[in-house]
């Protein structure tokens, strides 16, 4: 039993540690999606060069505009990664540059940076090792709510731990580097599909039992719960692309 708990209790853990990151959200020119996806792909063995660890990338199955989504490691802090050797050795790698530049502006229509704070790269790294499926939830606070959205998402991560879904992974809006508007987001990931859709696969009783231990009324109260604490949310399945 205290096993279990200690384990429930690590993966319920959503503090953001030091580990910055750049969430990318892009969506592809008309018909150059998969010109897009060999542009980047393509790119991987350039963030190698220039000793940066490499993105982990999402392509969108459905729910959001956007066709791909990069989570870039930026490390510990802003002024590190964007010091002028850091910057010089990624735009000899070929990450920047007029030519990069100008590739990427033949490729997309759409896109939107945000920076977050998020879990040490090795606890991220070890979590789309080993998988081919996401679930992406990002959201936008309504005004003086941030902190009860944050606890419901603890209070979900403890569901999907109680009854043995996937770890979710909390990221939060840094705000000394803006970006797009919103506040956090959260990933959790699978297999496959199928692995998603089995992790649903639980009894009422059970789902009821986890939500109370969460927190929640029931499990029926999970999203009327993170819906009172909401001005905008949206709800992406996506591939991971290796």
């Known amino acids: 039993m205290l096993l279990t708990a200690l384990s429930i209790l690590a993966a319920t853990s959503l503090a953001p540690t030091p580990t910055l990151y750049r969430a990318e959200f892009v969506q592809a020119a008309p018909g ?12 991987m063995p350039a963030y190698d060069r220039a000793r940066e660890p490499r ?11 956007w066709d791909l989504m990069l989570l870039v490691p930026m490390g510990d802090n802003a002024p590190t990664y964007f010091s002028a050797d850091r910057t010089a050795l990624r735009e000899r790698a070929g990450l920047s540059g007029a030519a990069s530049d100008a590739r990427w502006r033949d490729l997309v229509t759409w896109h939107e940076v945000l920076y977050v704070r998020g879990p040490a790269l090795d606890d991220v790294k070890r979590e789309f090792d080993t998988s081919g499926f996401a679930h992406i939830e990002i959201f936008r606070a309504l005004a003086g709510h941030f902190d009860a959205l944050k606890q419901e998402r603890e209070m979900e991560a403890t569901f999907n731990a109680t009854v043995g879904r996937a770890k979710l992974l909390y990221f939060e809006r840094e705000p000394t580097l803006g970006g797009a508007a919103w506040d956090m987001f959260t990933i959790d990931l699978y297999r496959d599909l199928t692995h998603y859709a089995q992790a649903s696969a639980f009894t009422a009783e059970a789902g009821d039992a986890a939500a109370r231990k969460a927190g929640f009324e029931s499990s029926a109260m999970i999203g009327p719960t993170m819906r009172r604490h909401i001005s905008t949310h949206h709800d992406t399945l996506a591939g991971v692309l290796k």
């Open 32 to 43: 150059r999606l998969l010109d897009l996806i060999d542009f980047v792909k393509g790119q």
């Open 55 to 65: 993105p982990f990338l999402m392509r969108h199955s459905q729910g959001d505009r």
